[in-house]
């Protein structure tokens, strides 16, 4: 079975502080490994996907994520965090190659920037 | 343009009353998805489809019911027999290529309260 767990329910930084939200998975067949972004009252946005095809996938926003096998973790980073980047972050992991291809979430990482 | 719409945004339910939710899409996608969203708890599938008349459950599907008619529409009936329906329903599809790997595609997602 897939899960995915991401650590910490909440994380503040500060306005310019590097953004580490950290993501790690359990997968039985190779996994694909998304990231997506919910802003409050709204649906969910995908900021960047791994499909195997490179280990150190950028996204939209300045995010990434990288793609570690050996840690079985795909954290998300950014360099400089922006007062616009507060909002909800959500990991989740899909067995495209399996029978059903459905997406498994993480429990979400509540983001708050500090001005 | 492109993509899924979910109505209405906000709904109001007596106890013991169906409710059905409308979930609209225009991106030619063959599956779809309704997930449950409590504070916390990330998102948990109710339950899904991947061509059209047939559906399946997820991981919380009682108190719950589905139909899949046509291609694009996808709608959740909450039924009286759900105990805590309160929550916030979020409606996706996503297509299947042989790259794998594909993204969901979210609505801006139901509030559904209980008075």
């Known amino acids: 079975a897939q899960s995915v767990t991401q650590l910490g329910s909440h994380v503040s930084v500060s306005e310019g502080a590097l953004v580490l939200l950290r993501c790690n998975y359990s997968?039985?067949?190779?996994?694909?490994l998304f990231w997506y972004v919910q802003y409050p009252n709204q649906g969910l946005q995908l900021l960047l996907k791994?499909?195997?095809?490179?280990?150190l996938v950028k996204g939209i926003n300045g995010f990434e994520a990288e793609f570690k096998k050996s840690e079985t973790s795909f954290h998300l980073t950014k360099p400089s965090a922006h007062m616009s980047d507060a909002a909800e972050y959500f990991c989740?992991?899909?067995?495209?190659?399996?029978?059903?291809?459905?997406?498994?979430f993480g429990k979400g990482t509540k983001l708050s920037v500090k001005p | 343009d492109g993509g899924i719409t979910q109505s209405p945004k906000y709904l109001f339910r007596k106890e013991g009353q169906n409710v059905t939710l409308s979930c609209e899409q225009n991106?030619?996608?063959?599956?779809m998805y309704w997930y449950r969203q409590d504070p916390g708890q990330g998102l948990r599938l109710i339950y899904y489809s991947q061509i059209v008349n047939d559906f399946q459950k997820g991981d919380i599907a009682e108190g719950y019911s589905v139909s899949r008619e046509k291609k694009e529409s996808f709608p959740l009936t909450v039924t009286s027999a759900q105990k805590n329906p309160t929550a916030f329903y979020l409606c996706a599809s996503k297509r299947f290529t042989t790259g794998g790997g594909t993204e969901a595609f979210f609505g801006q997602g139901t509030r559904l309260t209980v008075v």
């Open positions: 997968s039985s067949v190779p996994p694909y």
């Open positions: 991106l030619n996608h063959d599956a």
């Open positions: 791994y499909t195997s095809a490179a280990t």
């Open positions: 989740a992991v899909s067995d495209e190659g399996g029978s059903q291809g459905n997406l498994i």
